[in-house]
């Protein structure tokens, strides 16, 4: 099994078998968030940014009920719209971005949610993270990995990466990861590092990837959590 030291992989064959490990730990391409379309799982991801999927999960099905289309939702009253996700934290950008990203699909997208990374981050609220899961999870376009905390965290004790800036870290992992596996492999790590490789606590003894990872039994810092 290759160890690949401090740096990066020089070349992707080098992170087969990382990926086939993972690939057997986490073989589906589930999306943690409840949606039915691209619209419903947009406003779930822009409602995610700090707080849990569970949390969100709670959230959407109010939110929906009383604004079921992306026309309703563009005409919401922001206040009305805070009070249904209060709970989800930074509620009012959160609102305002809900609102004005629906707002702008309405108008510029013809009511349809963009399937381009330009489009996307051109409506409020919509970061390059947004915009990966879209185009990857969704679509099944991807233009980029998902880079959030957790992702960051492994790819670093993996070795994947020196960086932890999440554009330098999508940078190097795309550099290395084939491009069939780039919807997939961000799911796949946000699983392991949830289920075991936290970041105050994680669970190297129970972990499948151990005899490849080069910070196993080291927290996380504030830089690489």
């Known amino acids: 099994m290759p ?5 990066m992989p020089a070349k992707k064959t080098e992170v087969l078998p990382l990926l086939a490990l993972l690939k057997k730990l986490y073989p589906e391409h589930i999306i943690p968030l409840h949606h039915q379309n691209a619209w419903q799982l947009l406003c779930a991801v822009i409602l995610s940014a700090q707080c849990t999927d569970a949390r969100v999960n709670q959230i959407t099905p109010h939110l929906f009920k009383k604004y079921p289309t992306v026309q309703d939702l563009a005409a919401a009253d922001l206040k009305e719209v805070e009070k249904i996700i209060h709970s989800a934290g930074f509620y009012h950008s959160k609102a305002l971005s809900l609102i ?3 707002k702008r699909i309405c108008e510029v997208f013809g009511g349809e949610v963009p399937q381009n990374m330009d489009d996307l981050l051109s409506l ?38 020196k960086q ?12 290395i990861i084939p491009y069939e596996y780039w919807g997939w492999i961000a799911i796949a790590l946000i699983l392991h590092g949830r289920q075991v490789c936290s970041a105050r606590k994680p669970l190297c003894a129970q972990c499948a990837l151990e005899h490849l990872c080069l910070k196993k039994g080291v927290k996380s810092k504030t830089s690489i959590v």
């Open 3 to 7: 160890r690949w030291g401090e740096v």
């Open 100 to 102: 004005e990203s629906s």
């Open 124 to 161: 409020r609220g919509v970061a390059r993270k947004t915009a990966n899961v879209m185009l990857g999870d969704y679509f099944k376009k991807p233009a980029g990995i998902v880079v959030d905390t957790h992702v960051k965290r492994l790819a670093f004790r993996l070795g994947l990466t």
């Open 164 to 175: 932890t800036d999440p554009v330098k870290v999508e940078k190097d992992l795309t550099k």
